[in-house]
């Protein structure tokens, strides 16, 4: 199968906290909840392209750190 496009980039795990007021200049704003998240711009590229129905392909590399068994990615 060939690929309509192909991306390459950083496919990573995006850390999304809801706020309730985005605080000002030298502010602080607290939170308890922490969503994790799969994100990257190309690995989302790649998403978009096939939720459209075309065909994608993602060329990068996955880090060593203590998120990547949150994606469940195989050691490098």
């Known amino acids: ?3 309509s496009v192909v991306a390459v ?4 795990v995006d850390l ?3 706020v ?4 000002g200049r030298g502010g602080e704003v607290s939170t308890d909840k922490l969503n994790k998240c ?5 690995a989302n590229l790649c ?8 065909d994608s392909r993602l060329i990068g590399r ?5 998120l990547r068994p949150h994606e469940g990615f195989p050691s490098p």
């Open 62 to 66: 996955v880090g060593d750190d203590s």
């Open 20 to 23: 309730e007021f985005l605080p």
């Open 9 to 12: 980039g950083d496919a990573n």
């Open 38 to 42: 799969a994100g990257g711009s190309a």
């Open 1 to 3: 199968m060939r690929a």
């Open 16 to 18: 999304i906290t809801p």
């Open 47 to 54: 998403v978009a392209l096939a939720r459209l129905g075309l």
